[in-house]
């Protein structure tokens, strides 16, 4: 069955800070790989996937993630972070056949 | 669009009681489906639906009942609730069960005590 990893419980970064969040998955075969943001008191929200093509995907928000096959990643990353930027991040596989399934999810705090 | 749309906000329950959660989509979604949300564990996936009639376990089923009669409801029924099931509930939707984003609900923040 999928799995996913996030590598990262919590990061506190200060504003204007650049932002990686990491995300490994395990499945050898195709994948359709997202990311999902949920602000405090909020549902997720989708953010960026990648389903094929070009394996560094943008998203809203200035956000961007890359896919990487060989290293079965699909990292999130922002160059400059904003205390709007506060919120819980989840990585999320749904490969053939198998329903979406989601990592633990990594909690970023943005200081002013 | 109201989107996906959930009730109750929040609930509290005793040990032992039983309850329906229930989700509305009006996207014309064929598949539907539960996660429950607890720290740092993410989101579990507890049933789900690829259409009307049709519904099947995810990772954790024990304890929750499902039916989908129709193409916009999917409620989800707690048999006998137990301290365990204390978590927040979440049911999305999207067109296929592959290869599209979910759109989920507000959630239902569910206490056992």
């Known amino acids: 069955a999928q799995s996913v990893s996030q590598h990262n419980h919590h990061v506190i970064l200060s504003e204007a800070a650049s932002l990686e969040l990491g995300c490994n998955y395990s499945?050898?075969?195709?994948?359709?790989l997202f990311w999902y943001v949920q602000y405090p008191g909020q549902h997720l929200q989708l953010l960026l996937k990648?389903?094929?093509?070009?394996?560094l995907v943008k998203g809203i928000k200035g956000f961007e993630a890359e896919f990487i096959k060989s290293k079965f990643s699909f990292n999130l990353r922002k160059p400059s972070v904003q205390w709007s930027d506060t919120a819980e991040y989840f990585c999320?596989?749904?490969?053939?056949?198998?329903?979406?399934?989601f990592g633990a999810g990594t909690r970023l705090t943005v200081k002013p | 669009n109201a989107g996906v749309t959930q009730t109750p906000k929040f609930q509290v329950l005793k040990t032992g009681q039983s309850m329906t959660l229930q989700c509305a989509q009006d996207?014309?979604?064929?598949?539907m489906s539960w996660y429950r949300q607890d720290p740092g564990m993410g989101l579990r996936l507890i049933h789900y639906?690829?259409?009307?009639?049709?519904?099947d376990q995810g990772e954790v089923p024990n304890g929750y009942n499902v039916s989908r009669s129709t193409t916009e409801d999917f409620p989800l029924r707690l048999l006998s609730a137990a301290p365990s099931q204390t978590s927040v509930y979440f049911c999305?939707?999207?067109?296929?069960?592959?290869?599209?984003?979910?759109?989920f609900g507000n959630g239902t923040r569910l206490t056992v005590t």
């Open positions: 999305a939707s999207t067109p296929y069960r592959v290869g599209s984003p979910l759109h």
């Open positions: 639906s690829v259409g009307a009639g049709i519904t």
């Open positions: 999320a596989v749904n490969a053939q056949d198998n329903d979406m399934r």
């Open positions: 499945y050898g075969g195709t994948v359709n």
């Open positions: 996207m014309n979604h064929e598949y």
């Open positions: 990648y389903f094929s093509g070009d394996p």
